[in-house]
């Protein structure tokens, strides 16, 4: 089964807690702390598998959670760091984060790995926080928790050459004559409802992918029929191969065919004219083709390249692929937003930059604290130690909340919630 998107959701391990601890050796004076800190939590991280063609596997896996890491443990022993949770991904893959629509990463190269959730930081244990005026502290922190994030995942064929045209021209034909592929072939419309990928070799030994991308139709850009799952496969190639029916066997114009599909081309992304096009005249074996190529050529004027060939009876294929195979040697792959760079074809990563805190005021009339820095703070304090909370309430000082409630009006007494703890603030 061909799946080209999904959505899925990721969490990173959570560091390990700190311990508190101290030596309590026979013959060993002054001991002091000896709690060890936590490991590392696993990251969840995307690496692009080269065999892979299709998303199909997250339709049964949709949560990927990575390994806590280990706790802290008395004698300054520190616990083992969670290794990281690698997901395999097809090449070609876009990441995107669900709730906020932000590019994460556009995964093309074999081995390429993107960190699409990482794993929180370990906890410290006692021994970090010794100091000559606390020589034996009895503070330790949480493990931070992991990222979590809900992930839009979209797969754009990664090809080297694209075959494009209207239903029924013979895209499926021609892939199965040159690859090792077999698509349905049929003598109805939208005979292929997802893309084929088939390897090419050319008579001089080169070889390529090439994908028989679903027929289009006029309108295809609009989103008729099913124009924008098609035309986002055309994005990832380099080469476009415009296949027509030049026997006009449907009674179509075949010159009118080929404005029509570019047409379409541009709507969508207007510097997919900007690709390389090679134009395949088929069925070059039935009746009234040859009249109809002489016109053609005429009313194109030399533009573009036009190989006269046979799916069916397998003649002129083989000036076609060299020149295909010609093209891509001279042709890059570049995203269609903006010029290339290795920057962008590599990662996209930018973490918006977000309040370390917010004030709200809940149904009951309580005041709400959260946010990202302040939820991470509460998760790293132990609360079961009078000293970890007094260094929270430092914390939340340090940050502004004070000064941030008392702006908003909140008086002696009054109830502050974060996530399910509560709190009276103290002015």
Sequence with gaps: MFVDGVKIYVKGGDGGDGMVAFRREKFVAN??????????????????????????????????????????????????????????????????????GELLADLITHGQRAVVAKGGRAGRGNRRFATPANPAPEISENGEPGQERNLELELKVLADVGLVGFPSVGKSTLLSVVTAARPKIADYHFTTLTPNLGMVDTPDHRSFAMADLPGLIEGASLGVGLGHQFLKHIERTRVIVHVIDMAGTEGRDPYDDFLKINEELSQYNYRLLERPQIVVANKMDMPGAEENLVTFKEQIEDKYPVFAVSALTKTGLSNMLLEIANKLETTEYFPLNEEPTEDQIVMYKHEAEKPEFEISRGSDAVWVLSGSEIERLFAMTNFDREVSVTRFTRQLRSLGVDQALRYRGAKDGDTVRIIEFEFEFMD
Aim: aromatic share 8%; no cysteine.
């Design 31 to 100: 001991g002091g702390p000896a709690g060890g800190d936590g490991g590392k939590g696993g990251s969840v991280v995307f690496e692009v598998e080269e065999g892979l063609r299709t998303l199909v596997d997250f339709r049964y896996k949709r949560h990927f959670k990575g390994n806590p890491g280990e706790n802290g443990m008395s004698k300054g022993m520190h616990g083992h760091g969670a290794p990281d949770y690698v997901v395999p991904v097809p090449p070609g893959t876009i990441v995107k984060d669900a709730d906020t």
